[in-house]
């Protein structure tokens, strides 16, 4: 599965951005898909995931009421829809697929392929 993330960009403080994860192979409408972020000198932290039919999600406390995750499988695309950005929300964003879901899917172990990275960049 060879994931690509997309969306990122420059968006001042308060902003929104949607970030997007597709696959140009193989479908990942069967993948629980995560989404996690690495802002420079800092640990990779998740951020977000969704089961494979859309109908559990996961976030993190950090971006909760600001990032909402959902699917389209019909598209073979995953977003990531976030609002109200906040400086430290800048980061490389990952999307990862992952085979089963697991409480809330927050760990990286838990995922099998992982995409690059796409540059979000918060500025105040």
């Known amino acids: 599965v060879q994931l690509q993330a997309s969306g990122g960009g420059l968006v001042q403080t308060g902003g929104s951005l949607d970030l997007s994860c597709t696959s140009s192979?193989?479908?990942?409408?069967?993948?629980?898909i995560g989404w996690f972020r690495q802002a420079p000198g800092k640990e990779r932290e998740f951020v977000a995931a969704?089961?494979?039919?859309?109908?559990?999600?996961a976030s993190a406390d950090s971006v909760k009421g600001r990032f909402t995750i959902s699917r389209d499988n019909a598209k073979n695309t995953v977003y990531l829809q976030m609002n109200s950005l906040k400086a430290e929300d800048t980061a490389v964003y990952y999307c990862?697929?992952?085979?089963?879901?697991?409480?809330?899917?927050?760990?990286?172990?838990?995922?099998?392929?992982w995409g690059q990275g796409t540059q979000v960049t918060v500025s105040s």
């Open positions: 969704i089961s494979w039919n859309g109908g559990t999600t």
């Open positions: 990862a697929a992952g085979r089963t879901w697991f409480g809330s899917s927050s760990r990286g172990h838990e995922y099998d392929y």
């Open positions: 192979g193989r479908t990942i409408s069967n993948f629980v």
